[in-house]
């Protein structure tokens, strides 16, 4: 059975950090592609951060120079470490895995207030 379980989301302060975490099962990880989405109520799910089978990344602008995305795979997950969160970082966020078929997690959901 596939899945994608994400954990790590919760409140924290404006300036703050979270680190999610993403664990997969039943496929091959490894030759993967994973990345991390979010979604506001009302709006399209949008990239924040992608990272290849062999490690290289990209992310979103808005992101640049505050999360880092990373995988073990040995431990079958990927993460995402946010610092000097802002309120608009607010929203779910969501593991993606995608090679032959694409996978999605449920969602942890992130909210940044004082």
């Known amino acids: 059975q596939v899945q994608l379980v994400e954990s790590g989301g919760g409140l924290v302060q404006p300036g703050g950090s979270l680190r999610l975490s993403c664990a997969a099962s039943?496929?091959?990880?490894?030759?993967?592609?994973t990345s991390w989405y979010r979604q506001v109520p009302g709006k399209e799910r949008d990239m924040v951060a992608h990272i290849t089978s062999i490690g290289s990344t990209n992310y979103a602008d808005s992101v640049k120079g505050r999360f880092t995305i990373s995988r073990d795979n040995a431990k079958n997950t990927v993460y995402l470490q946010m610092n000097s969160l802002k309120p608009e970082d607010t929203a779910a966020y969501y593991c993606?895995?995608?090679?032959?078929?694409?996978?999605w997690g449920q969602g942890t959901q992130v909210t940044v207030s004082s």
């Open positions: 039943g496929f091959t990880f490894s030759m993967y592609a």
């Open positions: 993606n895995a995608r090679n032959f078929q694409t996978y």
